[in-house]
């Protein structure tokens, strides 16, 4: 009678005969382009057990797991088998809409909970995503029992910075239910990995609070130790190199019984004891390693009693269970026809019936459905919660004044907020690394609070030491400081916003840093975007406007950055009246599901909503005292209105983002003593003007020939004879596209070089961003060498 234990090594099996076909048919079968597909068939084997250990036994419905990249084949063949992954999807392995050659929580279509691929990202998601927990539990909106967040790791993989800021962090914030279980299988891409990494990984864990469980012999191999001449086979296994284990592995039993019987020439009760095993036998007990044990596995894990965070240190051997196994080159290897034809008589897959659920498993097929139907991991079905949208239409209307900084309006937007809109503000939390009341955070987290899961009271108040920061610290606080680590930042923005998808509670987050260490934690602003997370970040101060930092903490990329980041609507506002109606809208954009009727009506996909980010100023410009009315907020929200419109016959306009406003608006004044009708265009968003034009070029490319977007709608007011000067604190290429939206001449002024410390003037004239340097721009394109009006160029 079939047992559960004969029924998990037969879906051991199963899944790595589905994995290995999986990939020799996309490689070797499927039709395919002019270069090859891959898949990494070793490293998929090197976690098969550990997979289903997991998957089959150990989880529950609340636990998340970041797979290893590589071993996605492995895991979309477990959801295939649990019913959460279809036949198609595996034969479109890697193919356009297939399963992804990586889990992807937006592109798979099996039940992925974090997306993974940049290596190390997966694993630190975990560790803030236990943190958004924590949260979420503390305020009271945890509705159901406390999942592990678990990433599988390679151990090459560990050698990712971004890791150990993770680690860091968490020990700061008493990081509770996260395991992360490296695959040791001692190889990487190019070769083996050095000797004695294990305990190099076992002292850090530890020191940051940790307890390392090594897992390193399966039970064949323990049942041997205790054979006589057990513990001497023991201690060479353990003296043995890296290198020299993973040869031996690939060569097989014959090699391994060469090298053991050279070794202990002399040690009779260990030349005994290899002697009792045949050659296939001792390949086999040699390559037992815990990691390969999934019974093993499971009974350590279920064994686990408390909530600190674990880090299993699983040996494996990589390609276990294949001919690649243990070679150092097998990291992208594939394997050959006949290996692969040796593999399915050896795991009894009739030809035909590769794809078949249960061909090969010599089990009656009503046991084997019983059996996946009662997994503990799959009572509940795809884990994709929703959350209600949280209220944002009230209108926040903070105290003005007369000159302001877009940084300091934020700031007191969101202390506002916190007053006037309680519902909107029970939902934010803010996060910043080490500068929140550098970017204006200050009021804010003095009425709410910092987030804390044990009381602390602020010392340097009870010393009544004068200070205007509020530091208590309580578990309804509502802002997480963080270290100085971008990274993390975004790692946690990423989990933050995505707590209504994994743990069926909404937060709103927003977080802040400098706007030139965006670039510091861009592979995780890319990474939380591509999981669709979605968050409001404020990066202030920004470009060369924060003259006296000097070039270290000036961006002039960040623009760009912004444009070219999907799932970013990227906003940079001049005017705390802009900012206002932006961020009005960013919470609710926030929110949107995408659930809806796609529709390209205005060009900017807002259906579907995403991120936020803010590019802010610490120049305290003079406001402008006007209505806000709708057409306003739709000019501000689609990237642009005109500040002054164009008179007809006007030979130039100007057009400017963000902080360059008042350079850009008296340039237009000076000129117009000289030429009529200068136009003056405040682009709010560059980002969305531009995604805009490009929707509508593509929904006429498709026959909707009445297509026109918000920048087509602006510049058509503009003839098209005129000159166009752009001018933005960044890189120039920012807006020069803007002149081939009708073939206006142009001329883009921007930064392209390092700044330097100075005053803003200063450095304005510098850079020529100032409004003289638009003044002679704006005439270099209207006026030819010998002072006359050029002509209009030829269509």
Not at 736 to 761: I, N, P
Request: proline residues 4%.
């Amino acid at each position: 009678m079939a047992t559960n234990a004969d029924i998990r090594a037969a879906l051991e099996k199963k899944t790595l005969w589905l994995a290995t076909w999986m990939i020799h048919h996309a490689n070797a079968i499927r039709p395919k382009g002019q270069i090859k597909v891959g898949g990494h068939q070793a490293s998929s084997a090197s976690m098969n057990a550990i997979l289903n250990a997991l998957y089959f036994d150990v989880l529950r419905p609340e636990d998340r797991v970041a797979v290893k990249p590589h071993a996605s084949p492995v895991f979309h063949a477990i959801q295939y088998l649990l019913g959460n992954q279809s036949r198609q999807q595996l034969e479109g392995f890697r193919a356009f809409g297939g399963a992804q050659p990586y889990p992807s929580r937006t592109k798979d279509q099996d039940d992925v909970d974090f997306s993974t691929g940049s290596v190390g990202m997966g694993v630190a998601m975990t560790a803030f995503a236990s943190l958004t927990q924590d949260y979420l539990a503390a305020h009271g909106w945890l509705d159901r029992a406390k999942g592990r967040m678990i990433a599988l790791v390679g151990d090459a993989e560990l050698d990712e910075g971004n890791i150990y800021e993770a680690l860091l962090e968490g020990a700061k914030h008493d990081l509770r239910n996260c395991w992360w279980i490296i695959d040791y299988n001692r190889q990487s891409l190019d070769g083996v990995v050095s000797d004695g990494l294990n305990a190099r990984f076992r002292d850090i864990f530890t020191a940051c609070g940790w307890e390392v469980i090594e897992l390193k012999y399966g039970s064949k191999l323990q049942a041997a130790f205790e054979q006589p001449g057990g513990a001497k086979l023991r201690d060479w296994i353990d003296g043995c190199e890296n290198a020299l284990y993973s040869a031996l592995c690939f060569k097989g039993g014959a090699a391994w019984r060469a090298r053991l019987e050279i070794d202990f020439a002399g040690n009779n009760d260990v030349l005994a004891l290899i002697a009792s095993y045949e050659d296939a036998a001792l390949g086999e007990l040699m390559g037992n390693l815990a990691g390969h044990d999934a019974a093993l596995l499971a009974a350590t894990m279920h064994a686990v009693e408390h909530d600190r965070p674990i880090c299993f240190i699983c040996y494996t051997v990589k390609g276990h269970g294949l001919p690649l196994a243990g070679h150092k080159d097998n990291h992208a290897g594939i394997m050959t026809a006949a290996q692969i034809e040796t593999l399915r008589q050896a795991h009894g897959i009739a030809e035909g019936a590769e794809w078949d659920r249960f061909s090969g498993m010599d089990l009656p097929e009503k046991k084997l459905s019983d059996f996946l139907r009662a997994v503990p991991f799959n009572q509940s079905g795809l884990r994709r919660y929703t959350a209600p949208a949280i209220e944002a239409d009230q209108r926040i209307a903070p105290r003005a004044k007369p000159v302001l900084s877009t940084q300091e309006a934020f700031g007191q937007i969101l202390a506002a907020i916190a007053q006037d809109a309680p519902a909107l503000a029970e939902r934010i939390v803010t996060t910043s690394p080490d500068v929140s009341v550098s970017t204006n955070l200050g009021p804010w987290i003095n009425k709410t609070g910092l987030f804390a899961k044990a009381e602390r009271t602020d010392v340097f108040r009870e010393e009544q030491i004068a200070s205007v920061q509020k530091w208590q610290r309580h578990m309804a606080g509502r802002h997480v400081e963080l270290g100085i680590a971008e990274n993390n930042l975004f790692t946690f923005l990423g989990a933050l916003g995505l707590s209504h998808s994994l743990f069926g509670a909404r937060l709103l987050p927003v977080g802040t840093l400098y706007d030139p260490f965006i670039c510091r934690g861009l592979d995780a602003l890319n990474y939380a975007c591509y999981q669709d997370a979605r968050f409001m970040l404020a990066a202030t101060p920004s470009g060369v406007s924060l003259s006296h930092e000097g070039g270290a903490h000036q961006s002039i990329s960040t623009p760009l950055i912004g444009m070219a980041q999907d799932g970013l609507a990227t906003f940079e506002p001049a005017f705390a009246d802009e900012l206002a109606t932006i961020m009005h809208w960013g919470f609710d954009y926030m929110q949107r599901d995408g659930s809806g009727t796609q529709e390209e009506k205005n060009w900017l996909r807002d259906e579907r909503g995403g991120a936020v980010y803010l590019r802010l100023s610490t120049v305290p410009l003079e406001q402008i005292d006007r209505p806000i009315d709708a057409e306003f907020e739709a000019g501000v929200i689609d990237g642009g209105y005109w500040l002054r419109p164009p008179e007809p016959g006007s030979r130039a306009a100007i057009a400017y983002t963000g902080v360059v406003a008042p350079e850009a608006i008296a340039a237009a004044g000076l000129l117009s003593e000289t030429m009529r009708g200068i136009g003056v265009l405040a682009v709010t968003s560059a980002d969305r003007l531009n995604a805009g034009w490009q929707a509508a070029e593509r929904a006429r490319q498709r026959g909707d020939v009445g297509a026109c977007s918000r920048v087509e709608t602006l510049l058509s007011a503009l003839p098209r004879d005129a000159g166009l000067v752009t001018v933005t604190d960044g890189h120039p290429v920012a807006l020069s596209w803007l002149g081939g939206v009708y073939g206006h001449r142009t001329k883009s002024l921007g930064v392209e070089h390092f700044g330097q410390a100075g005053k803003v003037e200063d450095l304005y004239h510098h850079h020529g961003l100032d409004r003289n340097a638009i003044m002679h721009a704006a005439r270099a394109l209207c006026f030819g060498g010998d002072g006359r009006y050029l002509q209009p160029l030829a269509c």
